[in-house]
């Protein structure tokens, strides 16, 4: 998948080859932003008026704008899960929340 940041927000990125242009979706929003250019400098400028437009409309509404991810992530396994990881974990001398993070750092790198 190809992504691009811009002031902590991040867009998926696709080539629409019918209609000749890049086309972008930011991520982790209830919201659906989009936006397009035919270059990627363009695609970028695309990009940062979008994200300033969001958090406009935000302001405009008296809304606080979406954050992608705030970094506390809840999560609710079987017991028995729960357990095996726990005992992973301190087998490798970590915290079950290092280790539950470096897990899911390498699930994101493989795709």
């Known amino acids: 998948m190809n992504t691009m940041s811009h ?7 696709e080539f629409d080859e019918r209609d000749g242009i890049f086309v972008g979706r930011i991520l982790g929003l209830r919201s659906i932003i989009s936006f ?3 270059t990627v400098t363009q695609l970028r400028r695309e990009f940062a008026a979008a994200v ?3 958090l406009r409309d935000c302001e405009a ?3 606080a704008p979406e954050k992608p991810a705030s970094g506390k992530l809840l999560l609710r396994v079987p017991p028995e899960v ?7 974990a301190q087998a490798k001398g970590k ?3 290092q280790w539950a993070t470096e ?3 390498r699930a994101v790198a493989e795709g």
């Open 61 to 63: 509404q008296g809304l």
């Open 95 to 97: 915290s079950l929340n």
């Open 7 to 13: 002031g902590g927000y991040t867009a998926r990125i």
């Open 103 to 105: 897990a899911i750092q």
């Open 36 to 38: 397009h250019g035919e």
């Open 82 to 88: 729960h357990s095996r990881a726990l005992v992973a």
């Open 52 to 54: 300033k437009d969001y």
